[in-house]
T-cell receptor, first 112, second 109 residues
Framework: DAGITQSPRHKVTETGTPVTLRCHQT?????MYWYRQDPGHGLRLIHY???????DKGEVSDGYSVSRSKTEDFLLTLESATSSQTSVYFC???????????FGEGSRLTVL | GQNIDQPTEMTATEGAIVQINCTYQ??????LFWYQQHAGEAPTFLSY??LDGLEEKGRFSSFLSRSKGYSYLLLKELQMKDSASYLC??????????WGAGTKLIIKP
């Protein structure tokens, strides 16, 4: 299995507070992704990275920012959490931009 | 717009065969993926099709028809552990993955 871990796995926070989710990989894969998964929707891409300090927006990037200062870490930040950001967040990695994705265990975020 | 359609839920019997369909309309096509996701867990890769035809991998097979914008995942000799959601995803012309909402498969004894 791909070495990919997410933290925290569960978090409850209040509207307006900042939240950072961390994705850590030990596979040295170039590509890293943040998705959110909500009932009735497919996985939706928030942001992705194709290398250290190289990131780009996905289809639902509003209200989120990311950083990748090291190959192994990809951080997702909600500057001011809103209830609409209550979701399960998955990090994924890939060694090519067309290959299969390996997913982390997910982080369940609840914004009250 | 881009769209992936798959049934929301299906029920099948242990030991039987089930076919999960996926139809897509995307801007270009660079491959179709199937993933399995058990409740509360991460998706895991099952199969990849880029050319028309059937790809077989043990009890699981995946079929693609690019002209029809259609794929199916065939699961044979169903086991209780196959109860999961099955996600269809298409890679578009920009190499972005477009995901269906998933099909929840319930296996009954």
């Amino acid at each position: 299995d791909a070495g990919i871990t997410q933290s925290p796995r569960h978090k409850v926070t209040e509207t307006g507070t900042p939240v950072t989710l961390r994705c850590h990989q030990t596979e040295n894969h170039r590509y890293m992704y943040w998705y959110r998964q909500d009932p009735g929707h497919g996985l939706r891409l928030i942001h992705y990275s194709y290398g250290v300090k190289d990131t780009d927006k996905g289809e639902v990037s509003d209200g989120y920012s990311v950083s990748r200062s090291k190959t192994e870490d990809f951080l997702l930040t909600l500057e001011s959490a809103t209830s609409s950001q209550t979701s399960v967040y998955f990090c994924a990695i890939s060694d090519t931009d067309t290959g299969e994705l390996f997913f982390g265990e997910g982080s369940r975020l609840t914004v009250l | 717009g881009q769209n992936i359609d798959q049934p929301t839920e299906m029920t099948a019997t242990e030991g039987a065969i089930v076919q999960i369909n996926c139809t897509y309309q995307t801007s270009g096509f660079n491959g179709l993926f199937w993933y399995q996701q058990h409740a509360g867990e991460a998706p895991t890769f099952l199969s990849y099709n880029v050319l028309d035809g059937l790809e077989e991998k043990g009890r699981f097979s995946s079929f693609l028809s690019r002209s029809k914008g259609y794929s199916y995942l065939l699961l044979k000799e169903l086991q209780m552990k196959d109860s999961a959601s099955y996600l269809c995803a298409v890679m578009d012309s920009n190499y972005q993955l477009i995901w269906g909402a998933g099909t929840k498969l319930i296996i009954k004894p």
